[in-house]
C-alpha cells in the first residue's frame, strides 16, 4: 500500500494496531498523532524507527495542519471513548471528540488530504427495536459519546460534499484485542475480563450480563480501515458498519473465559450501566459490498490470541 499515511491516536490500542498494519502492507510514511493521554509510546515499541512521532492533541490546529504536508489519507482514530466517562466528564469528550475531530477535517482540507477514514460508533444507534442494526437505520443516541460520534459522522459527509474531501465513516463495534489498556474503570468490558481472569479475580458485571455486543478483533478493524482507505471515491461521504455480524451476551464472554483457563470465578453483578445499550449487532451487507470486508477472527480466535498477548506481557 503505497503513499503517505496519518493516524490521530496512533498511540492507542486501535491506532497502533492500524499503524502496524499499514507498516506491514508497505505504507510509504506514516506519520502518528497522539498526545499520549490515553495512548502510550510502548504501544509502537517495535515500529518506532519507522514511524514519525508527534505528540501532539487534536485540539492544536496549527500543529495537525504541519503534521499533515505532504499526507494523502488520514486515519481519525483520537477520542476520548466511554459511555459513562462522557456522562461524567462532559466537557473534555466534548471538547475532543467534536472541536477535536472538527480541526482534523480543517486541517486536512487545508493540508490537501484527499481523504479521512473516521472511526465513527455503533453507540450512534441506541436501542433498536429490530438487530441486526442496518446504516439505513434511526439513529437515536444514548449518551453524549454516542451523540459526539454522530456528529462526526456528520461533519465528514459534510467535508465530503461541501469540500470535496474524501470521507468514509466506519462505526466500531466493540473493538478488542492486544493492546487494549484495562488499567481505567471506563476500559473496554474484554480487556477487564482479560485481565480478571488471569489475576483470578471477579469482574463486575453491570446489569444481569444478558446484554450483548458484537465484539470486534482489532486486526478485523484494521483491515477494513485498509479497505476503506483504497474504496472507489464513489463511497466518499458515507457511513458503513464496522462489525463482524456476530453477537455474544458478557456472561458468555466470562464463561468463555473461565472455561479457557479451567477455573471457576463466578462474577459480581451491580446495578446497570447508566446510558448502556442494551444489544448490539452489526448488518455487514454494505461494508461488505462496498468496501470488500471481511472479518477472519471468531469470537473465540480472537479471545484466545488476545488471553495470549496478556498472559505474555504481563
Ligand atoms: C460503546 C460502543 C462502542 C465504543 C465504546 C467506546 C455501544 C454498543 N458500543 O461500548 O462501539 O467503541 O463505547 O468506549 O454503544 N461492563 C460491565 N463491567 C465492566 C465494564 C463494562 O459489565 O466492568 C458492561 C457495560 O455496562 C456494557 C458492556 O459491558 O453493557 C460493554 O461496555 P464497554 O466495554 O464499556 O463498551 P460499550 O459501552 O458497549
Known sequence: MSGNFLVTGGAGFIGSALVRGLLR???GRVVVVDNLLSGHRRNLDEVSGSVEFHETDIRDYEAL???????ETVFHEAAIPSVP???????PSHDVNINGTFNVLRAAKDAGVRRVVYAASSSAYGDTLVLPKVETMQTSPKSPY?????MGEYYMSVWASCFGLETVSLRYFNVFGP????????????????????????????GDGEQSRDFTY???????????AQAPASVSGRVFNGGNG?????????????????????????????????????DTTQAVEYLGHAPQYSFEQGMRATLEWYRATR
Open 25 to 27: 502492507e508497505g505504507a
Open 65 to 71: 495542519r504541519a503534521a499533515m504536508t505532504g499526507v
Open 85 to 91: 466517562r462522557s456522562i461524567r466528564e462532559t466537557l
Open 146 to 150: 454516542a451523540a459526539q460520534k454522530l
Open 179 to 206: 493492546r487494549q489498556d484495562p488499567s481505567s474503570p471506563y476500559s473496554g468490558v474484554l480487556s477487564l475480563f482479560m485481565k480478571a481472569i488471569l489475576d483470578r479475580s471477579c469482574p463486575t458485571i453491570f
Open 218 to 228: 482489532v486486526e478485523d478493524v484494521v483491515a477494513l480501515n485498509l479497505k476503506a
Open 246 to 282: 456476530g453477537r455474544i451476551t458478557l456472561n458468555q464472554a466470562w464463561t468463555l473465559l473461565q472455561e479457557i483457563e479451567g477455573v471457576h470465578i463466578p462474577a459480581n453483578y451491580g446495578p446497570p450501566r447508566e446510558g448502556d445499550v442494551r444489544d448490539s449487532q452489526a
